[in-house]
């Protein structure tokens, strides 16, 4: 049996996230630039975005760009910017004929203005589609983003929109840039490295972990699929006893 036909529907997770990692490696690996991993993460970032498709999950996060990532040297940044908007542009089409709808989070007004007119086109574009939900991290941080939320929590205490007693787990989310989207029951993250890089901290509360060596330009589907097999088989018990479930 193939790994895809091993899945149980029902106990597919709704929400995957990804720490795409290891493009430098890969390049650095076959003897290239850093640059040239970038390029070669867009066919595995077009694998996993099918394999979540095909499975039907609702949601895909992909970590395409930290706050941190923008003390890397210029030129590479400039080739990671030049490369999303090719993407995104490229990819439009397809995201269309998928039924995939576009979403971004994190400081999206960082972004050089072309980013952000490809972007919030292709948001535009793809806003009607009812499949998965493909949302793109960029210039993101959990820390940016928690602090964000607490600004304008006290903005609108200030302004008397709601009451500082209010403030619960509840409320404190929607004031997130995911605020209308599920946790993540799955994390995954590629090249071997155990961390987290200040990806969604909020979020990934109660998330299941899975790392795997695989470079992020070597992941394919099956890559994916194993993930999700992994994650079918662990017994999320959000504090209570095996018992309890
Ligand atoms: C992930 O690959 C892509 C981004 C962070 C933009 P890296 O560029 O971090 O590759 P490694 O970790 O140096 O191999
Ligand atoms: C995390 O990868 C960020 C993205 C994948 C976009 P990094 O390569 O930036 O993380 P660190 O620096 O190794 O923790
Ligand atoms: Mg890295």
């Given at each position: 049996?193939?790994?895809?036909?091993?899945?149980?529907?029902?106990?597919?997770?709704?929400?995957?996230?990804?720490?795409?990692?290891?493009?430098?490696?890969?390049?650095?690996?076959?003897?290239?630039?850093?640059?040239?991993?970038?390029?070669?993460?867009?066919?595995?970032?077009?694998?996993?975005?099918?394999?979540?498709?095909?499975?039907?999950?609702?949601?895909?996060?992909?970590?395409?760009?930290?706050?941190?990532?923008?003390?890397?040297?210029?030129?590479?940044?400039?080739?990671?910017?030049?490369?999303?908007?090719?993407?995104?542009?490229?990819?439009?089409?397809?995201?269309?004929?998928?039924?995939?709808?576009?979403?971004?989070?994190?400081?999206?007004?960082?972004?050089?203005?072309?980013?952000?007119?490809?972007?919030?086109?292709?948001?535009?574009?793809?806003?009607?589609?009812?499949?998965?939900?493909?949302?793109?991290?960029?210039?993101?941080?959990?820390?940016?983003?928690?602090?964000?939320?607490?600004?304008?929590?006290?903005?609108?205490?200030?302004?008397?929109?709601?009451?500082?007693?209010?403030?619960?787990?509840?409320?404190?989310?929607?004031?997130?840039?995911?605020?209308?989207?599920?946790?993540?029951?799955?994390?995954?993250?590629?090249?071997?490295?155990?961390?987290?890089?200040?990806f969604l901290l909020w979020q990934i509360a109660y998330s299941e972990l899975y790392f795997t060596e695989t470079l992020w330009p070597?992941?394919?589907?099956?890559?994916?699929?194993?993930?999700?097999?992994?994650?079918?088989?662990?017994?999320?018990?959000?504090?209570?006893?095996?018992?309890?479930?």
């Amino acid at each position: 049996m193939s790994l895809k036909q091993q899945l149980i529907k029902d106990k597919l997770p709704k929400h995957v996230a990804v720490i795409m990692d290891g493009n430098g490696r890969w390049a650095k690996k076959k003897g290239n630039i850093r640059i040239f991993g970038h390029k070669n993460g867009v066919k595995a970032v077009r694998e996993t975005v099918e394999a979540a498709a095909e499975m039907q999950i609702e949601y895909l996060t992909l970590y395409a760009f930290s706050t941190e990532n923008w003390k890397r040297p210029k030129m590479e940044v400039n080739a990671l910017m030049s490369l999303l908007i090719n993407s995104i542009h490229n990819e439009l089409e397809t995201l269309n004929k998928n039924n995939i709808r576009l979403f971004a989070i994190g400081n999206i007004n960082q972004l050089p203005a072309k980013v952000q007119k490809e972007l919030y086109q292709a948001i535009e574009n793809t806003s009607g589609n009812t499949g998965l939900t493909l949302v793109l991290a960029l210039s993101y941080s959990g820390r940016w983003e928690i602090l964000n939320a607490v600004n304008q929590l006290l903005n609108d205490v200030k302004n008397g929109k709601i009451e500082g007693d209010e403030i619960d787990s509840s409320l404190f989310n929607d004031y997130l840039a995911t605020a209308k989207i599920p946790d993540p029951e799955l994390l995954i993250r590629t090249s071997g490295e155990f961390r987290i890089s200040n990806f969604l901290l909020w979020q990934i509360a109660y998330s299941e972990l899975y790392f795997t060596e695989t470079l992020w330009p070597d992941f394919r589907k099956e890559d994916f699929f194993k993930a999700l097999l992994d994650f079918q088989n662990r017994e999320r018990r959000f504090g209570m006893t095996s018992e309890q479930l």
